[in-house]
């Protein structure tokens, strides 16, 4: 056996994490060729080794998890005795493996709150839309940093379905503060835009407000007379105590920060461009 492999295995826990450790900054250090033997040897013929050090390896998976990796990290998904399946999602979000979102819609059904999380995260990172049916539940569910986690998935995502899921959290709004469902809408730029802007005029100061911060979160030139118009006109206030026209000024701060950001991007692209002969 390698002695790397080796040291994950004899002597206390202590001195095998220490270890473990060291593998993984050598991993990334250089590709150290026997720190990312022995990492992906312990995902591998993971019942073999300590869930502790399974974990923690899995907290920085990205570092090390190749396609050969993929069997072991779907047995490790289902395996409820190991019952590491929170870690073995995220090695399944570092690969995005398509195989394994059966296995992480089935996480969602399950009570351990850690294990639900990195399911949401893994299938938003996989992108595929058979998962978004089981995702729009947790829209509507508590707590909300799992509401906050869903919509992040549903963005990430992406397609009609799940926009129809975000805007229907939206409109019929399940909690007083959704700021988390108006930041997934703006990724659906341009196709949400009049949506957006229709919601801007709705009888509802809260519908105005949380359509006042997802317009903002687009960056687009085209929703600054609407975010001006509330700003100045719009006396507006929600059932939190906010005011619509504060959500507006607000915004117009947002959309210009994301506007500065594209044009400085796009100022290193010329400058990087400069000198180069355009044919090449």
């Given at each position: 056996?390698?002695?790397?492999?080796?040291?994950?295995?004899?002597g206390?826990?202590?001195?095998?994490?220490?270890?473990?450790?060291?593998?993984?900054?050598?991993?990334?250090?250089?590709?150290?060729?026997?720190?990312?033997?022995?990492?992906?040897?312990?995902?591998?013929?993971?019942?073999?080794?300590?869930?502790?050090?399974?974990?923690?390896?899995?907290?920085q998976?990205?570092?090390f998890?190749?396609?050969?990796?993929?069997?072991?990290?779907?047995?490790?998904l289902?395996?409820?005795?190991?019952?590491?399946?929170?870690?073995a999602?995220?090695?399944?979000?570092?690969?995005?493996?398509?195989?394994?979102?059966?296995?992480?819609?089935?996480?969602?059904?399950?009570?351990?709150?850690?294990?639900?999380e990195?399911?949401?995260?893994?299938?938003?990172?996989?992108?595929?839309?058979?998962?978004?049916?089981?995702?729009?539940?947790?829209?509507?569910?508590?707590?909300?940093?799992?509401?906050?986690?869903?919509?992040?998935?549903?963005?990430?995502?992406g397609?009609?379905?799940?926009?129809?899921?975000?805007?229907?959290?939206?409109?019929?709004?399940?909690?007083?503060?959704?700021?988390?469902?108006a930041?997934?809408?703006?990724?659906?730029?341009?196709?949400?835009?009049?949506?957006?802007?229709?919601?801007?005029?709705d009888?509802?100061?809260d519908?105005?407000?949380?359509?006042?911060?997802?317009?903002?979160?687009?960056?687009?030139?085209?929703?600054?007379?609407?975010?001006?118009?509330?700003?100045?006109?719009?006396?507006?206030?929600?059932?939190?105590?906010?005011?619509?026209?504060?959500?507006?000024?607000k915004?117009?701060?947002?959309?210009?920060?994301?506007?500065?950001?594209?044009?400085?991007?796009?100022?290193?692209?010329?400058?990087?461009?400069?000198?180069?002969?355009?044919?090449?």
């Amino acid at each position: 056996m390698d002695p790397d492999q080796r040291a994950l295995k004899d002597g206390d826990l202590d001195t095998r994490e220490e270890h473990l450790y060291r593998l993984l900054d050598r991993a990334k250090a250089d590709g150290d060729a026997s720190a990312l033997a022995a990492l992906r040897a312990l995902v591998r013929d993971y019942p073999n080794y300590h869930r502790s050090l399974y974990s923690r390896a899995m907290n920085q998976a990205e570092v090390f998890v190749d396609a050969s990796l993929a069997e072991p990290l779907l047995a490790a998904l289902a395996d409820t005795r190991y019952n590491c399946q929170a870690w073995a999602a995220m090695g399944c979000a570092a690969l995005r493996l398509p195989e394994a979102v059966p296995g992480l819609m089935a996480l969602l059904e399950r009570g351990d709150w850690m294990a639900q999380e990195q399911a949401v995260r893994a299938l938003g990172g996989i992108g595929d839309e058979s998962a978004v049916p089981a995702l729009v539940p947790a829209l509507w569910s508590e707590p909300e940093w799992l509401r906050e986690r869903a919509a992040d998935a549903l963005a990430s995502i992406g397609g009609e379905e799940a926009l129809t899921a975000l805007w229907e959290a939206f409109e019929h709004r399940g909690f007083t503060r959704i700021g988390y469902v108006a930041s997934a809408l703006s990724k659906f730029t341009p196709d949400v835009i009049p949506r957006l802007l229709a919601a801007a005029d709705d009888d509802d100061p809260d519908l105005r407000y949380w359509a006042a911060v997802a317009l903002g979160s687009t960056g687009d030139p085209s929703v600054v007379p609407t975010l001006e118009r509330l700003m100045d006109q719009d006396k507006g206030q929600t059932v939190f105590d906010g005011w619509v026209s504060v959500a507006a000024k607000k915004a117009l701060r947002t959309q210009r920060r994301i506007q500065a950001a594209i044009a400085a991007r796009s100022g290193e692209d010329g400058g990087q461009a400069d000198g180069e002969d355009p044919a090449r």
